[in-house]
């Protein structure tokens, strides 16, 4: 039996006229070629050799698609994990379908990767590089602009500067000292500075109205800002302790309430002349005790505070004279943290037994946001680092606390304070009868007071100055 022509039925126009065929158009016969390869790839070889083969032109062979979107239009698109490969189906009119595998490409897989913008030319894609200064955009530092007022800068310069004091003379003592020119005077200087009493003796003699009513004081307390409230009217006719609370780092509120006329303390409470206590040692520093004796500083120890109490004043026994001791002192200084208040007073009796002895009267003052000023590390993250600092407390006396702040040109790293609001409110004095050997239990009465005023005052003005504050007032140690 002879076999069929592979093509039984003509393709060329001239010949299917001839035959009485209907013209076959372009398309049919390519879909009709293609489906005919198609059977050959599953059943046959490669090329087909044997009988019925004629010379007549076959229809050209569809190249592989390379643009996926033609064949997405009518069609299924499935997925194979094993072998990461995209799986394209079209169906055409007559329920046939064409299926090809392309490789996954990264849109697909639903791993995008970002890519610069780019564009076709005629040379191929143009790649962009990185964009230079984003890394400064993200930057978590946030730096001053140019335009601030001159008033702010000046604020910022009389902070900078109390804030640096110490280190600022101590280095020009050291300076001078490279001179061979003044050593005749530095010797003396030195040897004055080794003998000298003038921090403890009470005579307030070196002590500078001119310098401490400046007006750069006002840009100092303005930088936060910082307000003095009075409770009540205190008698020039008493001496009075005032205790300070907290410490926070520096006691910024202190000095601008207690040691300049910035917040007008003379107007508040005239007639009585307060004194502001630091630490002995700061009095062997060259150069700045004498600036802080000018400030009207004095040292802590209780012979100042005595001589203070019981000497000059307008009987010439400390009538109306009075010492501002920050009560928590360096040990407080660890516990400030923002929007706490963590006080140091339940086994300090000493500034009451003081007070006892000399017959003055206790003020207690509350400074809220004193501890909102600058940043520290945690004792809770930093336990090593929080034992050595109270080692170093027990054994000198003084510890550094590990803060920070803002800067000078940012607002977010360095040394200077927060421009965060003060708000130092004095209670009311809690009257103590002279006794000159204090009695245990007086001074257990009279401490109860004293933390009851400091209650009150938190209770009564918290809502006003401590609206963001976390947790209530705590009394440790």
């Not at 003020?363 to 090593?384: C, K, R, S």
Request: net charge positive.
């Amino acid at each position: 039996m002879a076999s069929l022509p592979l093509n039984a039925e003509p393709s060329q126009p001239q010949e299917r006229e001839a035959q009485h065929l209907p013209l076959k158009s372009y398309v049919d016969a390519a879909v009709e070629n293609l489906n005919g390869d198609s059977e050959k790839e599953n059943n046959a070889p490669s090329q087909y050799i044997g009988q019925g083969e004629d010379d007549a032109p076959r229809s050209p062979s569809r190249k592989p698609h390379k643009r996926n979107g033609s064949l997405r239009v009518n069609g299924l698109r499935n997925k194979t994990s094993a072998q990461s490969l995209l799986v394209e189906k079209f169906q055409d009119r007559d329920g046939e379908h064409l299926t090809s595998i392309n490789p996954l490409d990264s849109e697909d897989s639903g791993q995008q990767t970002h890519k610069s913008p780019s564009r076709q030319t005629g040379g191929g894609e143009l790649v962009s590089g990185r964009r230079a200064g984003a890394g400064w955009e993200k930057s978590g530092i946030r730096w001053a602009p140019l335009n601030v007022p001159l008033k702010r800068r000046l604020q910022t310069l009389v902070v900078l500067w109390h804030t640096l004091s110490i280190a600022l003379l101590l280095t020009t003592f050291f300076f001078l000292c490279a001179i061979p020119l003044f050593w005749p005077l530095l010797f003396p200087y030195v040897l004055y500075l080794l003998f000298s009493t003038a921090g403890h003796s009470g005579t307030l003699s070196r002590r500078s109205p001119f310098l401490r009513s400046l007006p750069i004081w006002s840009l100092f307390a303005s930088y936060f800002p910082a307000r003095l409230h009075r409770s009540q009217v205190l008698p020039p006719t008493r001496k009075y302790i005032f205790g300070y609370h907290p410490h926070g780092i520096i006691s910024h509120g202190a000095f601008a309430a207690f040691v300049t006329e910035a917040l007008g303390f003379a107007q508040l409470f005239p007639g009585i002349t307060n004194t502001l206590l630091t630490l002995d040692s700061n009095f062997r520093i060259p150069l700045y005790r004498d600036y802080a004796l000018a400030l009207g500083l004095a040292s802590v120890s209780r012979e100042s505070c005595e001589n203070i109490l019981s000497k000059g004043g307008a009987n010439g026994e400390g009538m109306g004279r009075a010492i501002t001791i920050v009560v928590g002192g360096a040990r407080e200084s660890l516990d400030a943290r923002p929007d706490t208040l963590r006080l140091v007073l339940r086994r300090r009796k000493g500034f009451v037994k003081l007070g006892i002895r000399t017959g003055a009267d206790l003020v207690p003052v509350l400074a809220f946001g004193e501890n909102n000023l600058y940043d520290q590390v945690q004792p809770e993250t930093h336990p090593v680092i929080h034992k050595t600092q109270l080692v170093v407390k027990k054994a000198l006396g003084f510890t550094i606390p590990l803060f920070h702040a803002r800067g000078v040109f940012n607002y977010d790293v360095g040394m200077m304070p927060y421009r965060t609001p003060l708000n130092i409110v004095v209670g009311r004095p809690i009257k103590v009868a002279q006794q000159k050997v204090p009695d245990e239990a007086y001074v257990d009465e009279i401490h109860g007071l004293y933390v009851a005023e400091l209650e009150r005052l938190w209770r009564e003005w918290r809502g006003d100055f401590a609206q963001g504050m976390k947790g209530d007032l705590e009394f440790v140690e």
